[in-house]
């Protein structure tokens, strides 16, 4: 068996930047790569601050946001960041899934290709779900988040935002606090992370740390995992708790958002641990007083609004180097 | 009176004690003569099959088939499958019973026999459901399935969760002198999985089925199966934890046999990177190490007997979102050369590896075929072991999404497929196929 290709393991220090075709995983991405990206951003940010927050660079280009799952932040985050770069823009959000619907995914993206699209920006509660597109279509494909596999440019913005407070990523300290297991936030963090240098330290019950996790490091960084919050909170420099779905609440994964909050829940009092200076981030929507103590949130250690300011540079960032063409701002 | 000799040729016939060259003498399609080479007479009526550089095998017994007929001909058909199943050297299939409507009465049994014989390409032995309508409540009609010829009885793809009502349908089996086929899996630990669960599903994002939910599967069957004395035949296995103690039970007396699949015995659960569809597979595809100790359960006889687990569907099915993609590859035509591939790496002798698909179902179903003694049926096949070919879609029944082998190169070519001595592969309407030596 010849499984597709899958760049993995470390890349050599002084490799020029390569994008792909498609951002599927960053998995794909070299750390050199990665950090073209996020300079790329570097310029992009503030195009936002500007009067008139326009640039020319996709005009004439068609950016289509396909959702096969609700979503705000993500898709107002993707179609800001395509309008600042004057490419049109088309939303498309299929409620039901294409099962219901009638329509397989592949048909739907055809139908949409068919109009002469150049990206395509994919949200899907199935896993893979990008690739089959990618496989499918002649554009290029963007992963906005695909069922808990990855969730590529949360991923690239949390290190952006990590970059920027904390100066590097290298040889950092950060927490991710929350259900791994249904988590692509988790997953995408980690690999870029790990590939940066990051210490990356994963705590949650075990009903919500998936098995082998720790092989999704890349390296040069590394990856523990742990049980205890107040263990992994010392010397920490950034702590990410993720969204407690509580849909899931009484489900075997946790008693209750009660005991969640006790064991999980990141307050002022738990952060005297971490390390002078640390961050708080999340990538949102917040459940106060769950994962997440309402004057934590609030303080000035939370990055989480300047995570969506950033958010809208990484997208423009990516959409530059999935539109453009390859290579185009390397 | 139609006479067949096959000269040449080296016979492996593992229920006759058989590996030696050999000469065949085939009379109104059955063994009449089993020969030293060159020993059989000059026979001026006889039609004769120049078997040398080839291996003559009893066609294949392939006891795990979905057949999809009557009621999913989308998917696959008597047929279609009859002709794959030829391409690859079988000529004994066992249809699993959850077709539309069950395959749980003698009507239902007797249809697919008939489509079968229509086609002419492979014995269909129709394998019974366990309960009626498969839905575990009531015990099927399981002394007329008997009375019928049923091989067996199942309960693929709907375990019964109810200890207590599986327990009866094996007591009831046992009266009736029907073995009974169960393929392991635990609904609630399976859940929503897709693949294996570990480090590879992680990655993937994709939800997993532990290999825990095979394993208490295994457990509970082999603890009914010492309870009640019915012969249960587990396949297919797949982890290193069902290995150890199927060979734990067999060790005991237990009156319970394993199967595996060619498939499992290659393939690992990195095969799911990519996500392509044709690796869905139930139960899934595991990891090395599971890999390695099927193949060792092969090898000491642990897992007495290989099937296709041949379990279709039509290629738009299967061309959607990994998690939506129904479980199941195309895997009859493939299976033979899978497993001589195993034989080429040494896992097990070419003697060994054939009693798994004759010899081995032979005695675990007690069956006729799986021979070619003198006075058995000539079901027979050809293969040269050396020789390769190339897995075409039209193999695998047109599909694109049905093997991950698709347009691969294996080794071990069947040359031809007989029934009852009558040549059904290459297809007497299909020569240009047929570019063989023999």
């Not at chain 1, 096969?68 to 498309?92: G, H, Q, W």
């Not at chain 1, 297991?181 to 740390?209: D, E, F, N, Q, W």
Request: one cysteine or more; aromatic letters at 4%.
């Amino acid at each position: 068996m010849s499984p597709s290709a899958t760049p993995t393991g470390s890349t050599p220090e002084t490799t020029t930047p390569r994008f792909g075709k498609h951002l599927l995983s960053l998995r794909d991405l070299s750390a050199d790569t990665i950090t073209a990206l996020l300079n790329t951003a570097d310029g992009f940010l503030e195009i936002g601050t500007r009067t008139v927050k326009k640039v020319p660079a996709l005009r004439g280009k068609t950016v289509v946001n396909l959702f096969f799952e609700p979503s705000t932040r993500t898709r107002t985050s993707f179609e800001l960041a395509a309008k600042r770069l004057s490419a049109d823009v088309l939303n498309i959000t299929v409620a039901a899934s294409s099962v219901v619907k009638g329509e397989t995914l592949t048909d739907t993206a055809r139908t949409i290709e068919a109009m002469n699209t150049d990206t395509v920006v994919i949200r899907h509660a199935a896993a893979g779900a990008p690739q089959l597109l990618a496989e499918t279509l002649n554009s290029h494909v963007i992963n906005a988040g695909d069922g808990a596999h990855e969730h590529p440019t949360q991923g690239l913005l949390d290190l952006f935002t990590i970059r920027r407070a904390k100066g590097r990523i290298e040889g950092l300290n950060v927490v991710i606090v929350g259900d791994i297991t249904h988590s692509r936030v988790a997953r995408s963090g980690l690999i870029g992370l790990t590939k940066l240098g990051a210490h990356v330290r994963l705590v949650a019950p075990p009903t919500m740390i998936p098995s082998g996790i720790e092989k999704l490091s890349e390296g040069p960084g590394d990856v523990t995992v742990g049980y205890d919050l107040d263990a992994a909170l010392k010397g920490a420099d950034v702590i990410m708790p993720l969204r407690l779905q509580l849909e899931r609440q009484g489900a075997p994964l946790f008693p209750g958002k009660r005991e969640y909050a006790t064991l999980y829940g990141i307050n002022r009092e738990r952060m005297a641990a971490a390390a002078e200076g640390a961050i708080v981030m999340h990538p949102g929507p917040i459940n106060r007083g769950v994962e997440i103590a309402h004057d934590v949130a609030d303080s000035d250690q939370s990055t989480i609004l300047s995570q969506v300011t950033h958010g809208v540079a990484v997208r423009m960032a990516v959409l530059y180097h999935y539109s453009a063409g390859q290579g185009a701002a390397a | 009176m139609t006479t067949l000799r096959i000269i040449g040729g080296h016979l492996v016939d593992p229920a006759a004690g058989v590996d030696a060259p050999k000469d065949l003498l085939i009379e109104d399609g059955r063994v009449t003569q089993v020969a030293e080479p060159g020993a059989l007479p000059a026979l001026n009526h006889a039609e004769t099959i120049d078997a040398t550089g080839c291996h003559v095998l009893p066609g294949l017994i392939d006891t795990h088939a979905h057949l999809r007929e009557p009621g999913q001909e989308h998917k696959e058909t008597v047929a279609g499958a009859g002709r794959q199943a030829a391409m690859g050297g079988i000529t004994h299939l066992f249809s699993m019973p959850n077709t539309d409507p069950v395959c749980d009465s003698v009507a239902v049994c007797e249809h697919i026999t008939t489509l079968a014989a229509r086609a002419g390409t492979v014995r269909v032995l129709p394998v019974g459901a366990l309960t009626r309508n498969m839905e575990n409540k009531v015990l099927s009609e399981m002394g007329e399935l008997a009375r019928s010829g049923v091989p067996a009885l199942a309960d693929a793809w709907t375990p019964i969760e109810s200890s207590q009502m599986f327990r009866r349908a094996l007591e009831y089996a046992k009266g009736v002198g029907l073995p009974v086929i169960t393929v392991p899996q635990d609904l609630g630990l399976s859940a929503d999985g897709v693949m294996h669960e570990g480090a590879v599903s992680t990655r993937l994002g994709l939800p997993g089925i532990p290999a825990a939910s095979e394993e208490i599967s295994v457990s509970r069957a082999i603890a009914l199966a010492e309870l009640t004395g019915c012969p249960l035949h587990v396949a297919p296995i797949t982890t290193a934890g069902s290995v150890r103690m199927v060979r734990n039970a067999r060790n005991r007396g237990v009156t319970v046999s394993a199967g595996t699949a060619p498939h499992y015995l290659h393939l690992t659960d990195e095969a799911v990177e990519g996500y392509p569809t044709a690796c869905k597979v139930y139960p899934p595809l595991r990891p090395r190490a599971d890999v390695e100790a099927l193949r060792a359960a092969l090898a000491d006889g642990t897992v007495s007997v290989l099937s296709s687990c041949h379990a279709p569907h039509a290629d738009y099915e299967k061309a959607v979102e990994f998690n939506q993609a129904p479980f199941g590859m195309a895997a009859l035509s493939t299976a033979l050369s899978l497993t001589l591939a195993l034989v080429k790496e040494g896992v097990l002798p070419l003697s060994d590896a054939v009693t798994r698909w004759t010899a081995g179902p032979r005695q675990v179903f007690d069956l006729s075929c799986g021979t070619l003694a003198v006075g058995a049926v000539a079901d027979f096949t050809l293969v040269d072991l050396a020789a390769d070919w190339q897995v075409t879609h039209d193999a695998v029944g047109g599909r694109t999404h049905g093997t991950p082998w698709l347009h691969q190169t294996l080794s071990g070519r069947v040359i031809r497929t007989a029934l009852g001595g009558t040549t059904v592969y290459p297809h007497p309407t299909d020569a240009s196929t047929y570019k063989g030596a023999a």
